[in-house]
Nanobody, 123 residues
């Protein structure tokens, strides 16, 4: 039972990346899924969340208008499309399933953390 985050890499400022969070051993259908990030020397930051049905999403102010979260429950995956990337987006990005919540309005218990994928935005 695990989440696997992938899709990170090195990209120039203004570029794009698409992160993927894949579940194995369980189905994501019932859970709100969160993306977090952590830069060196900084606290973990909530980036985005999507409800179990995909009908509701939330974003940190720092990424609004640039990042888009989506999910494909048939594929058991959640995606984070990141456009207009900035150097300050550099971090390790993690996905996590909230096993107590279908919605993103509050956080219950975040379980099944993925191992993280490195995103580096640099020229």
């Amino acid at each position: 039972v695990q989440l696997q985050a992938s899709g990170g890499g090195l990209v120039q400022p203004g570029g794009s990346l698409r992160l993927s969070c894949a579940a194995s051993g369980f189905t994501l259908d019932y859970f709100a899924i969160h993306w977090f990030r952590q830069a060196p020397g900084k606290e973990r930051e909530a980036v985005s969340c999507i409800s179990s049905s995909g009908s509701s999403t939330t974003y940190a102010d720092s990424v609004k208008g640039r990042f888009t979260i989506s999910r494909d429950n048939a594929e058991n995956r959640v995606f984070l499309q990141m456009n207009s990337l900035k150097p300050e987006d550099t971090a390790v990005y993690y996905c996590a399933a909230d096993i107590e919540r279908r919605l993103c309005s509050t956080i219950g218990t975040l379980a099944y953390w993925g191992q993280g994928t490195q995103v580096t935005v640099s020229s």
